[in-house]
C-alpha cells in the first residue's frame, strides 16, 4: 500500500475530490498553507493499492492545473529606508507537487 499526498491550489480540490471519490478513492482533505506565499492551498491524503497510484496521479493531472499567482518579496535593502520593503512579483504555482511513501501498516478500527 501507498500513501499519496497531493499538494493542490484550493480552487481544484473539490473536482478532484469528485473524479476520486468516483473512482472508488477514499480521500482526506487538509486545508494547509504554502511556506513561501503563505497562501492557503490544499493537500489530499489517500491510502491505496500501489497499482491504482499511477489512476490516481493522472486524475491529479487532469483536474489540477498551474496558475500564476501573486506573492511579495522583500526588496532585500538594507539601509533604514528600504529594508523589508516587500513588493510584488509574479509566481507560478504548478498544478500538483505529489510524494507518494510506502504504508507499513494500515489499520482500520
Ligand atoms: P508555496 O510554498 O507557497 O510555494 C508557491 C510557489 O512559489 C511554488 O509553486 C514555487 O513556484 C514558488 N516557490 C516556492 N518556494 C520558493 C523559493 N524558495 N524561491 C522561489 N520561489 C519559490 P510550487 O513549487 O508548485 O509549490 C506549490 C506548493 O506546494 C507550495 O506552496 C508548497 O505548499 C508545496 N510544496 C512544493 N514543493 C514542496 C516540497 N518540496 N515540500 C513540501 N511542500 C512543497
Same mark, same amino acid.
Given at each position: 500500500m501507498k500513501l499519496v499526498l497531493a499538494i493542490i491550489n484550493d480552487e481544484d480540490a473539490f473536482t478532484a475530490m469528485d473524479q476520486l471519490n468516483e473512482k472508488g478513492y477514499s480521500v482526506t482533505k487538509l486545508a494547509t498553507t504554502g511556506g513561501f506565499l503563505r497562501a492557503g492551498n490544499t493537500t489530499l491524503i489517500c491510502g491505496c493499492d500501489e497499482d491504482r497510484v499511477e489512476e490516481f496521479v493522472g486524475i491529479i493531472e487532469q483536474k489540477c492545473k498551474s496558475r500564476k499567482k501573486i506573492g511579495s518579496v522583500n526588496s @532585500? @535593502?538594507?539601509?533604514a529606508n528600504e529594508s523589508y520593503v516587500p513588493f510584488p512579483v509574479e509566481i507560478t504555482v504548478g498544478g500538483a507537487t505529489v510524494f507518494v511513501l510506502n504504508v507499513d501498516e494500515f489499520i482500520k478500527i
Amino acid at each position: 500500500m501507498k500513501l499519496v499526498l497531493a499538494i493542490i491550489n484550493d480552487e481544484d480540490a473539490f473536482t478532484a475530490m469528485d473524479q476520486l471519490n468516483e473512482k472508488g478513492y477514499s480521500v482526506t482533505k487538509l486545508a494547509t498553507t504554502g511556506g513561501f506565499l503563505r497562501a492557503g492551498n490544499t493537500t489530499l491524503i489517500c491510502g491505496c493499492d500501489e497499482d491504482r497510484v499511477e489512476e490516481f496521479v493522472g486524475i491529479i493531472e487532469q483536474k489540477c492545473k498551474s496558475r500564476k499567482k501573486i506573492g511579495s518579496v522583500n526588496s @532585500g @535593502g538594507i539601509s533604514a529606508n528600504e529594508s523589508y520593503v516587500p513588493f510584488p512579483v509574479e509566481i507560478t504555482v504548478g498544478g500538483a507537487t505529489v510524494f507518494v511513501l510506502n504504508v507499513d501498516e494500515f489499520i482500520k478500527i
